[in-house]
C-alpha cells in the first residue's frame, strides 16, 4: 500500500514525526473524519459575509494571531505587516499576537480591524496598560490567551525572558472591564467550565482553540466547539475556532459545528514567507472558493444559516 503523504503545509511537523500526545494530529484526524450531506436542491451561490461587533466583513476566515515572525520579509517589511495588509485587501478580521507596543503599532497602521492578543503576563499591569494602549490605536477588539500559561516543564512560562502567570475568573472581570466598550475575548478555552467562566467574566468572545497544540492530548477544538454550543445554547459571546484549519473545508466544518469565525494559521505560513502579503491572499482566496462551494452543496446560502446536522461523524449525525 502506498505511504500516505501528511496533506498539511510545510509549516506543520511531517506525519512521522507526530505522537500520540501532540493535540495537532488528534485536530487533523477529526476534521477529515466529519463528512458531509449534500442539500442541493434550492441551493444557489452562497453569501460569505460576516457581521462581526458592529463590522461587515468579506468571510469569516480570519488571520491568525500570528507573533515572532520578526524576519524582514522579501519586501522590506514584516511578515506580520504582510499578513495585516492581505486582511485589509480582503477585508478580513486581523489578530495579533504578543507584539511589543511598537510593533504591534507599526501592524495596526496596516489598516485592518485588528484583534491584539496579550500574554498572560505575571506583572498585570503590564497587561492592563498594553489593553489601554490597543484602545488608543483603536483595536477592534483585546484579549488574552488564557492557554499560554504553562511550559513544557509544567512551572509558569517564560517568553522573551518575561514571566507569564495564572488567569483568574476575577482577573478576567478586571480586563474585561479595561477593555470597556472594546469587546474582550479569551484566547485558549478548550471546555464548557472555561467558556461558562468567561461568560461570566463578562467576555465578548471566546476563542475554542489550543494554541497549535499547547495541550498535550487536547482535544479538536471543533469538537470543544460543539460541547460549548449544546451547553450554551443561548451564549451572546462570540465563539472563534482555529487548529489545522488549512482548507475553506476545514472552516466550513467548523462553521456549520458552531464556530462564528475561524482563523487559518500555520496554513498561511509558507505563502506568507515566501510572497508577502500575495502569498496569504492566494491562499485565503482558494480557502473562500473552497467554503463557498461546500454552503452551496449543504444548501447553506449565508453564515447565519449554518447548520451542524449537515455533518456526520463515522456515519452518525452529531
Ligand atoms: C509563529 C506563531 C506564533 C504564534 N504566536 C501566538 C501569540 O503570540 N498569541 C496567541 O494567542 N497565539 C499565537 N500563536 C497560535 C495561533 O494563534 C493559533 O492559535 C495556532 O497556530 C493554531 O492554529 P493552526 O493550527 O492553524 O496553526 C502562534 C502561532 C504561531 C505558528
Not at 495537532?24 to 477529515?32: A, G
Not at 459575509?49 to 491568525?64: C, D, E, N, Q, W
Not at 496596516?110 to 484583534?115: I, P, R, S, Y
Not at 445554547?233 to 482555529?242: E, H, L, S, Y
Request: aromatic share 8%; charged share 25%; glycine share 10%.
Amino acid at each position: 500500500m502506498e505511504e500516505r503523504k501528511w496533506p498539511g503545509p510545510k509549516g506543520m511537523i511531517p506525519e512521522p514525526e507526530r505522537n500520540a500526545a501532540d493535540a495537532n494530529m488528534h485536530n487533523r484526524r477529526y476534521l477529515d473524519e466529519l463528512l458531509t450531506e449534500m442539500r442541493i436542491i434550492d441551493s444557489f451561490e452562497p453569501d460569505l459575509t460576516l457581521h462581526l461587533f458592529g463590522r461587515t466583513f468579506a468571510s469569516p476566515i480570519m488571520m491568525p494571531a500570528f507573533s515572532h515572525l520578526n524576519k524582514v520579509g522579501i519586501t522590506g517589511r514584516t511578515p506580520m505587516q504582510e499578513y495585516a495588509a492581505a486582511a485589509k485587501k480582503m477585508n478580513l478580521v486581523n489578530w495579533v499576537g504578543m507584539e511589543p507596543d511598537e510593533e504591534y503599532a507599526s501592524i495596526a497602521a496596516e489598516g485592518a480591524e485588528t484583534v491584539r492578543i496579550i500574554k498572560p503576563f505575571m506583572d498585570h499591569d503590564e497587561i492592563l496598560k498594553q489593553i489601554a494602549f490597543a484602545k488608543s490605536q483603536n483595536a477592534f477588539a483585546v484579549g488574552v490567551d488564557i492557554d499560554h500559561v504553562f511550559g513544557k516543564n509544567g512551572k509558569y512560562d517564560v517568553v522573551d525572558g518575561i514571566q507569564l502567570g495564572p488567569v483568574t475568573l476575577e482577573d478576567l472581570k478586571t480586563y474585561v472591564s479595561a477593555a470597556g466598550d472594546t469587546p474582550f475575548i479569551a484566547k485558549g478555552v478548550l471546555s464548557v467550565q472555561d467558556a461558562r467562566k468567561c461568560e461570566q467574566a463578562g467576555c465578548a468572545g471566546i476563542f475554542v482553540s489550543h494554541h497549535h497544540g499547547r495541550l498535550p492530548f487536547g482535544i479538536p477544538p471543533v469538537m470543544a466547539l460543539q460541547e460549548i454550543r449544546k451547553a450554551m445554547p443561548d451564549t451572546k459571546m462570540k465563539i472563534f475556532a482555529d487548529c489545522s484549519i488549512e482548507t475553506g473545508y476545514d472552516a466550513f466544518k467548523a462553521l456549520a459545528l458552531g464556530a462564528d469565525a475561524v482563523s487559518v494559521g500555520r496554513g498561511i505560513l509558507p505563502g506568507l514567507l515566501k510572497e508577502g502579503s500575495e502569498g496569504v491572499v492566494v491562499k485565503v482566496t482558494r480557502m473562500n472558493e473552497e467554503l463557498s462551494e461546500m454552503m452551496g452543496y449543504t444548501g447553506i446560502g449565508d453564515l447565519s444559516r449554518m447548520d451542524s446536522s449537515v455533518i456526520l461523524f463515522h456515519g452518525q449525525h452529531l
